[in-house]
T-cell receptor, first 114, second 113 residues
Framework: GAVVSQHPSRVICKSGTSVKIECRSL??????MFWYRQFPKQSLMLMAT?????????EQGVEKDKFLINHASLTLSTLTVTSAHPEDSSFYIC??????????FGPGTRLLVL | DAKTTQPPSMDCAEGRAANLPCNHS???????VYWYRQIHSQGPQYIIH???NNETNEMASLIITEDRKSSTLILPHATLRDTAVYYC??????????????FGQGTILTVHP
């Protein structure tokens, strides 16, 4: 149980375009989902907390207008990287809270902006 | 959330037990100790968590000292597939930082044949 999926697994886009990443909890309902970013050889950094039916809460330094988060249902959250630039190239990972406090992570989405 | 300290790297022979230590000397009473691991280019995988008592599941055992200032994750029979970065995280069970996992640098465990 507690499976989280992400789509796409990897994406290459041109600078200036927008990219949408989906995060789904497949076998449970998640009132809260989290979005993380991981640069090469670094640890995961929390970007934002997404609660179903409400606005996301962003961590300090994360631009909310650049990283749009929508949590439309209890099983789906989306992250849209708007006007992507090469410095946005990273490994984006979502997680969802199942029972209690335990977070289960998706497999990640590797974004490369050319 | 309490800061955790882990050795940057450890080695283990395949088939032997891997004991990964974690210090969390400033942990508060309502903070759980969570362990995750991340295999290269994948999302983190939940391993185990505990509050006070030792815990065991199909993946590992978690030993928490009586004063809760440190813990040890035990992989009883390490395999090559256990090679990963292991993260020990103190997680607040409530309050404004509820649910927010703060990842440190973790311990790179390398299992050798």
């Amino acid at each position: 149980g507690a499976v989280v999926s992400q789509h796409p697994s990897r994406v290459i886009c041109k600078s200036g375009t927008s990219v949408k990443i989906e995060c789904r909890s497949l076998d449970f309902q998640a009132t809260t989902m989290f979005w993380y970013r991981q640069f090469p050889k670094q640890s995961l950094m929390l970007m934002a907390t997404s609660n179903e039916g409400s606005k996301a809460t962003y961590e300090q330094g994360v631009e909310k207008d650049k990283f749009l988060i929508n949590h439309a249902s209890l099983t789906l959250s989306t992250l849209t990287v708007t006007s992507a630039h090469p410095e946005d190239s990273s490994f984006y990972i979502c997680s969802a809270v199942a029972q209690g406090e335990t977070q289960y992570f998706g497999p990640g989405t590797r974004l490369l902006v050319l | 959330d309490a800061k955790t300290t882990q050795p940057p790297s450890m080695d283990c022979a395949e088939g032997r037990a891997a004991n990964l230590p974690c210090n969390h000397s400033t942990i508060s009473g309502n903070e759980y100790v969570y362990w995750y691991r991340q295999i290269h280019s994948q999302g983190p995988q939940y391993i185990i968590h505990g509050l006070k008592n030792n815990e065991t599941n199909e993946m590992a055992s978690l030993i928490i000292t009586e004063d809760r200032k440190s813990s040890t994750l035990i992989l009883p029979h390490a395999t090559l597939r256990d090679t990963a970065v292991y993260y020990c995280i103190a997680l607040n069970a409530g309050g404004t930082s509820y649910g927010k996992l703060t990842f440190g640098q973790g311990t790179i465990l390398t299992v050798h044949p």
